[in-house]
């Protein structure tokens, strides 16, 4: 089978951006209204919600640590979020998923503040188009906050990936499915602190080096978006007559 | 070196100061900086960092007059949401006036699920659950009125500087309002108009609670609204 070719001679990638250009990125703070913090992400095609709920007692009693607070998450992509039909019962990816955003955002949060009580966080896609574990976890940091869970910072979260021997930022579907390699990358960007790594496929060190390079300076753009979106959800808050 | 505006808007993460101050409220040193840890207006007072928060639950502290919803009962308490992450104890020496004999009689003929009451917290240490009273003068379970929710954030707010704000919707309502420091208020009126204008102006200053000048606008709203009503504000 011919592999198709995601870079053109001139390298632009499938969608006609550069090797470390981001898709546009939308976020919105506080839609849902029956859950304490809620937000939702656009990154190119892929979008999702994400709802908080919490700090709350737990239950079953007999999970509840006695001098932190667990953070329960849960992954989850729509039946339709996917060309073919995705059964809506957890798959073997999605819990794996929802371990890796639940470990990616507990470093972030003051866990000890809360003992014995639970953060439940639901990430829900509703379109996917790659990258979808780190748009779930920057929105879900933003629904943190709107919950006014005490947080040590942000998380911010892209992927990296190569690509006919090219590394790309912000993975799209196919540059997932026909790339060579992938690398999700979460990090607190004013600590900079990494949260999450892993990696598909093979790298050399000298590409590692340079993906962890182009991931963090993605990581500070969606950062800066972040805090953007906060800022002036707040503000309308507070200037609303 | 502060790296702030006072009342600033400020995301977790923020990096407020370097150098020689103090973390007050929602504020986290770290090698001699100091972050917000909320969304929040900072503040700088005396050189302590605060961060006033914009969104949170209720944290319990011990004398706090909270408004709590009863959800469950066992032989001895009754267990009470206070909108905390912990659920809050009711112990029945701490809500009935006489001695109980608990084996005999059901302490549901006194307080049942679903019945508000008015507390005060004895105890907590985020080690233990808070633990509640209701013997004291105007505490009690919650017979007649009505009862909101607002965010908790938004209390000092509803009472305003001094109480400013609440003994004016009391004096130009002659409603009976108690805010709860976990975000419910409780207004018992002679009618139920007087209530609804109430929780109308409540609702007004929950949104608008950042704003100044917010006394005046909810003193006009409730005249305005007295006028429709076609009632003289002499009558209180």
């Not at chain 1, 507990?106 to 996917?128: C, K, M, N, W």
């Not at chain 2, 207006?41 to 909270?66: F, H, M, Q, T």
Request: hydrophobic share 40%; glycine share 6%; aromatic share 6%.
């Amino acid at each position: 089978m011919e592999r198709k070719k995601l870079i053109s001679d001139d390298g632009r990638r499938l969608d006609g951006r550069r090797f470390d250009e981001i898709r546009p990125i939308k976020f919105k703070i506080g839609i849902l209204k029956n859950a304490d913090g809620s937000a939702y992400i656009e990154l190119g095609k892929t979008k999702v919600i994400v709802g908080v709920y919490g700090p709350r007692e737990l239950h079953p009693k007999h999970l509840a640590v006695p001098d932190r607070c667990i953070i329960q998450a849960r992954y989850h992509m729509a039946p339709f979020s996917v060309k073919e039909r995705k059964s809506p019962a957890p798959s073997r990816r999605e819990i794996e998923l929802s371990k890796v955003i639940r470990e990616a955002l507990e470093p972030a949060i003051f866990v000890e503040l809360f003992p014995r009580t639970t953060i439940d966080i639901f990430a829900e896609v509703i379109q996917a188009d790659g990258s979808t574990r780190c748009a779930a976890i920057s929105a879900a940091s933003l629904a943190l906050a709107d919950a006014g869970i005490p947080m040590r910072d942000l998380v911010a979260s892209i992927a990296v990936a190569k690509v006919d021997n090219q590394l790309v930022l912000d993975v799209m579907d196919e540059e997932d499915k026909y790339g060579l390699s992938d690398m999700p990358i979460a990090m607190m960007p004013s600590k900079n602190v990494i949260t999450l790594l892993q990696m598909d496929g093979m790298l050399t060190c000298e590409e590692f080096k340079k993906s962890l390079e182009l991931a963090k300076k993605g990581c500070m753009e969606i950062y800066k978006k972040q805090k953007e979106a906060l800022e002036s959800y707040f503000k309308n808050i507070k200037e609303e007559k | 070196m502060i790296y702030f505006s006072q009342r600033q808007i400020v995301v977790p993460g923020y990096m407020l100061a370097e150098g020689n101050y103090e973390a007050g409220r929602n504020v986290y040193k770290e090698e001699n900086r100091f972050y917000a840890t909320v969304i929040g207006l900072a503040e700088l007072k005396d050189k302590i960092i605060n961060v006033i928060p914009l969104r949170g639950c209720y944290i319990p502290s011990v004398g706090d007059v909270v408004i709590g919803k009863v959800i469950d009962i066992t032989t001895t308490a009754w267990i009470v949401d206070i909108r905390s992450p912990w659920n809050a104890f009711l112990f029945v020496k701490d809500f009935l006036s006489k001695p109980l004999n608990v084996i005999k009689e059901d302490i549901r003929n006194y307080l049942d699920i679903g019945e508000l009451i008015i507390a005060k917290v004895t105890s907590f240490d985020r080690t233990k659950n808070p633990t509640l009273t209701t013997k004291e003068h105007g505490l009690g379970k919650i017979e007649r009125g009505t009862v909101i929710e607002v965010d908790p954030t938004r209390v000092p707010r509803i009472i305003g500087k001094k109480g400013s704000m609440i003994n004016m919707l009391k004096k130009e309502t002659g409603c009976q309002i108690h805010v709860g420091q976990n975000g419910r208020v409780w207004i018992s009126g002679k009618n139920r108009e007087d209530e609804i204008l109430v929780v109308e102006a409540i609702k007004k200053i929950e949104s608008e609670a950042h704003t100044t000048g917010l006394t005046d606008r909810v003193y006009n709203l409730i005249t305005k609204r007295r006028v429709s009503n076609g009632k003289e504000k002499t009558n209180i």
